[in-house]
C-alpha cells in the first residue's frame, strides 16, 4: 500500500485527507439525490459535480490540513510525551465530532436556504444567544448529539493506531524539511485551485452549491462578505454610470440639483405637505407567498387580515426585496440604497450617517424612533438605527409586557403593544411638542421556530409551521390596526407594512426571483385612497413613496422612487427590480434581467412578473449596462462618503414640514 511506504507522520496526514474527501464525496452524493427529487432535468450537471468535487474537496482538505501537517513535524518531541500524546488523540476525535457535526448542520441549513453554509450561517455564527437557542427551539437535539458522537467514534477507532505511530515516531534527517516542503506545493496548487479552478458546472445555482463542500462555502463567505467591485465586476466609465443612474431615478417632478452632483435631485409634490405620523412595520420574511390574494398556492388562508385590509389602502403588489436577509431589507427601506456586492452597508464600517428616512423626517419636524422585538446587538441593528437618525431605539430590554418570547424576541403582538404605549406618548393629544411621529418596528415572530400564544388562530403552534407562524403575524398585525383604531392618532396616521424579504430561497436559478416577492401597503383610510397598483418596484422605493403621499417637497440622493409616478408623464424612470444574492447582483425591468457575477460572465434571463422562475436568455445590453451602473454607482458613492450628507439642512429651505405648508396637528 502506498501509505505504507510513506513516513508515518505524513502518511497519516495523508490519509486523513483521504476520509475527508470521501465524507464529502457521500454527503454530495445525498444531496444529488435530495436536488435531483426536485429537479430532475438537473441529474445529468450533478453528476458532473463529482469529479469537480474531489477537485474542490482535496483542494480544501489541504488547506484545512497543513496546520496540522506543520504541527506535527514542528512539535514531533513533545507528542511522543505520555501527555501529548493523549491531547493528539482527543484532538484527533475533536476534529472528527467537528467534521460529523458539520455535515449534518449543512443538511438543516439546505432545507431552509436550498445552499451550503454561507454568508448567513457565517453571520449566524457571530450571535449565538438567538441562533442555539432557535436551534433549540425548532428541533429536538437529545438524539442528535448522541449519534454525532457515535459517528465521531466509528471514524476514530480505526485511525487510532496510525495516529499512535505517526506521534511515536522518530523522525528522518530532513524528513520534516522534505514533507513541509511538499505541504507547502500542495497548498499553491490548492489555492489556485479554490480560486481560479473550474469549480462551477452550468448556470443551475443548486447544481452549483452541490459540486463545492460546506468548509469551501462557509470560508468564502467569511473572506468576501466585503467584497470589492473593480475587477471582480465589469465597470462602465464613472461619468457614464453616474448618468445612468440619474435617468433610472428621475421622474416628471423632478429636477437634478446641479450644484450638488450625484443624484441629488429636488423632488417636487405639487401638492399640500400632510404632517401625519408614520407607523412602519417591517414584517420579517412576509413574502407574497404567504398572500392569499397574491402568491399564496397552498389552499389554506395565511394572510386574511393584510388582505382585508390591502381592500381599504394603496396596495402594491408588484414589489421586491433587494435581498434575503432583514439587514438588507433595512438598508433599501431606510435608506432607500440598492444592494452593492458582498453584506449590507448596515454590517459595514462606514455606514454611519447615510441619507436615510429618519434623517429626511428629523428634519422636516418629526420624533423618530424605532422597535425592535429581538436584541438590538444582532446583526448590528440597533447601532445602525442610531447611525442613520433615529432619535429612539427600543429592542426587548425596552419591552415592559413580554407575555410570551422566543430566542429571537417578543411576540408580535407584545411589540405592538408596545408601540402603542410609545405612539401614546409621542402623539397623543397630552403631547406638547406637536411633532408628527415616525415609528418604525421590526417583528419576529414569523421565523424559525414558528411558534405563537396559543389561542389567537385557530392554528396550532406545537406544529411549528411557517405558514401557521406567518398566519400568527398576519392576525397579530390586523389586531393591532383594530387596537389603535381607539386612540386619537389613529386618524391622522400612516400605516406601512411590507415584508423585508421572503420567506426562503428555492430553486436552481442563480437569482430565484419568486422568493423575493413581498407586499408593500399603505393604510390610511382618512387620506389615503383605496386602490391595487401593480407598478414594479422594489422596497427601496418605499421611502420616496411615502413621502410622496404626505405631499413633501425635499432634496434627496435616494436611489428609490415614487411608485405611483412610474412610467407616467414625462418619467424617465421605469418599474426595475435590483436584487443580490450570494454575491450575484439583478437589474431586471419587468422583462429583461442581466444578473452580474463576480469574476465570470454576466448571465441574461427574462422575467415574468409574478411567482415564476427567470427563464435564461441571451445577455440583454440595456439591462446589463444599467445593471453594471447602478452597482457601480452605488459602490463608490459608499466608500466616497458621497451618501453621507442629510444630516443638516433637509428640507431645502430650511423650514420643517408643518412650515412648509402642513397644517399644525
Known amino acids: 500500500m502506498l501509505l505504507s511506504r510513506l513516513p508515518p507522520r505524513f502518511g497519516f496526514w495523508i490519509l486523513c485527507l483521504l476520509v475527508f474527501v470521501i465524507i464529502q464525496t457521500l454527503d454530495r452524493i445525498a444531496l444529488m439525490g435530495w436536488v435531483s427529487a426536485t429537479h430532475a ?32 513535524y514542528l512539535f514531533a518531541s513533545l507528542w511522543r510525551r505520555p501527555a501529548f500524546a493523549v491531547a493528539g488523540h482527543v484532538l484527533l476525535y475533536a476534529m472528527l465530532f467537528l467534521l460529523v457535526f458539520i455535515e449534518v448542520a449543512q443538511f438543516v441549513f439546505w432545507n431552509e436556504f436550498d445552499s451550503r453554509p454561507n454568508g448567513i450561517a457565517y453571520y449566524y455564527l457571530i450571535f449565538p444567544h438567538e441562533v442555539v437557542g432557535n436551534i433549540r427551539e425548532s428541533f429536538d437535539l437529545r438524539p442528535v448529539f448522541p449519534l454525532i458522537a457515535l459517528a465521531a467514534a466509528a ?21 520534516g524539511r522534505h514533507a513541509l516542503k511538499h505541504g507547502a506545493g500542495y497548498l499553491a496548487v490548492a489555492l489556485v485551485l479554490l480560486n481560479f479552478g473550474p469549480l462551477k458546472v452550468g448556470d443551475a445555482r443548486a447544481v452549483n452549491e452541490v459540486a463545492i463542500n460546506a468548509q469551501h462555502s462557509l470560508f468564502r463567505a467569511a473572506l468576501t462578505n466585503d467584497a470589492e467591485y473593480a475587477g471582480l465586476y465589469p465597470s462602465l466609465p ?86 434575503t436577509r432583514t439587514v438588507r431589507g433595512l438598508e433599501a427601506i431606510l435608506t432607500s440604497f440598492p444592494p452593492i456586492p458582498g453584506i449590507s452597508t448596515s454590517r459595514r464600517s462606514g455606514s454611519e450617517g447615510m441619507n436615510s428616512l429618519p434623517f429626511l423626517l428629523n428634519g422636516l419636524g418629526y420624533e423618530t424612533g424605532f422597535i425592535y422585538g429581538g436584541r438590538g446587538i444582532f446583526d448590528n441593528m440597533g447601532a445602525y438605527w ?18 410570551f418570547t422566543t ?23 397630552e403631547e406638547t411638542q406637536n411633532k408628527p411621529v415616525f415609528l418604525g418596528l421590526l417583528t419576529v415572530s414569523n421565523h424559525r421556530p414558528y411558534t405563537y400564544p396559543e389561542g389567537r388562530i385557530d392554528k396550532d403552534p406545537a406544529a411549528k409551521r411557517r405558514q401557521n407562524a406567518a398566519t400568527y403575524a398576519d392576525w397579530a398585525f390586523g389586531d393591532f390596526i383594530a387596537r389603535a383604531r381607539g386612540h386619537s392618532w389613529f386618524d391622522d396616521t400612516v400605516f406601512i407594512f411590507v415584508g423585508d424579504h421572503g420567506p426562503r430561497i428555492y430553486g436552481a436559478a442563480q437569482v430565484p426571483v419568486p422568493s423575493y416577492r413581498v407586499p408593500l401597503l399603505f393604510y390610511a383610510p382618512k387620506h389615503i385612497t383605496s386602490e391595487r397598483n401593480t407598478a414594479l418596484g422594489t422596497i427601496m422605493d418605499l421611502g420616496p413613496t411615502l413621502l410622496g403621499l404626505l405631499g413633501v417637497s425635499y432634496d434627496s440622493p435616494f436611489f428609490g422612487v415614487d411608485l405611483r409616478r412610474v412610467g407616467e408623464g414625462e418619467s424617465e424612470s421605469e418599474g426595475r427590480v435590483v436584487m443580490s444574492h450570494n454575491y450575484k447582483i439583478a ?24 411567482p415564476d422562475d427567470l427563464a435564461p436568455a441571451a445577455v440583454d445590453p440595456a439591462a446589463l449596462n444599467k445593471a453594471i451602473a447602478i452597482t457601480q454607482t452605488a459602490h463608490a458613492m459608499f466608500y466616497g462618503r458621497r451618501y453621507h450628507d442629510l444630516a443638516g439642512d433637509i428640507s431645502g429651505d430650511g423650514m420643517s414640514l408643518v412650515e412648509a405648508g402642513g397644517d399644525s396637528k
Open 587 to 610: 437589474y431586471g425591468d419587468g422583462k429583461d434581467v442581466a444578473v452580474l457575477v463576480p469574476s465570470g460572465k454576466p448571465r441574461g434571463y427574462t422575467m415574468e412578473i409574478g
Open 238 to 323: 464613472a461619468e457614464e454610470a453616474m448618468d445612468m443612474t440619474r435617468a433610472m431615478v428621475a421622474q416628471d417632478n423632478t429636477r437634478p440639483l446641479a450644484g450638488k452632483g450625484g443624484l441629488w435631485r429636488r423632488v417636487e409634490s405639487g401638492e399640500t405637505a400632510k404632517p401625519l405620523n408614520v407607523v412602519l412595520v417591517l414584517q420579517e420574511s412576509f413574502g407574497s407567498v404567504y398572500v392569499d390574494d397574491l402568491d399564496n398556492k397552498t389552499g389554506e388562508s395565511i394572510s386574511p387580515a393584510l388582505t382585508a385590509l390591502g381592500k381599504e389602502g394603496l396596495f402594491f403588489t408588484n414589489v421586491y426585496a433587494t435581498g
Open 386 to 403: 442610531e447611525s442613520i437618525g433615529f432619535n429612539h431605539v427600543w429592542d426587548i430590554g425596552d419591552i415592559e409586557d413580554q407575555g
Open 407 to 429: 430566542s429571537w424576541g417578543v411576540a408580535d403582538e407584545y411589540l405592538f403593544t408596545e408601540a402603542l404605549k410609545r405612539m401614546d406618548a409621542y402623539a397623543g393629544e
Open 41 to 72: 432535468d438537473s441529474f445529468p450537471a450533478l453528476l458532473l459535480t463529482l469529479p469537480i468535487g474531489l477537485v474542490d474537496d482535496a483542494a480544501m482538505g489541504v488547506v484545512l490540513g497543513l496546520p496540522f501537517l506543520a504541527g506535527m
Open 155 to 175: 471514524l476514530y477507532w480505526p485511525l487510532r493506531h496510525r495516529l499512535s505511530a505517526a506521534l511515536g515516531a522518530e523522525s528522518l534527517p530532513g524528513e
